[in-house]
């Protein structure tokens, strides 16, 4: 095996490096503390990358990029499964002065 595909094996740890917020996220069923702008860019990085390893033959990429892209999808799922609403405010009609 050449050392560009262990090495492009190895990467799976990215998506490993998003299981505990996966793994809090499902235990609270709380996504209170999940950026969604990240999670959306990890998402389309995910997916880009998995192109690219398709388009290059390049299977090490495409497989730990998949899992990485499969583990992003997860959270998206758990971050609007348990996405807390905000209370609504309803005004008064009084202004309250201080």
């Known amino acids: 095996?050449?050392?560009a595909t262990i090495i492009g094996i190895v990467s799976i740890w990215t998506g490993i490096s998003l299981l505990p917020q996966l793994i809090?996220?499902?235990q609270d069923k709380n996504s209170e503390d999940v950026s969604l702008s990240m999670l959306?860019?990890?998402f389309i990085?995910?997916?880009l990358f998995i192109y690219y390893g398709y388009i290059?033959?390049?299977w090490a990429i495409v497989v730990s990029n998949t899992f990485s892209w499969m583990v992003?999808?997860?959270i998206f799922v758990l971050y609007f499964k348990y996405k807390q609403k905000k209370a609504e405010?309803?005004?008064s009609g009084r202004l309250t002065r201080f």
């Open 1 to 3: 095996m050449e050392q």
């Open 72 to 74: 992003s999808v997860a």
């Open 56 to 58: 290059q033959q390049e």
């Open 40 to 42: 959306s860019v990890f």
């Open 45 to 47: 990085g995910f997916g």
């Open 24 to 26: 809090k996220i499902n």
């Open 89 to 91: 405010v309803k005004p």
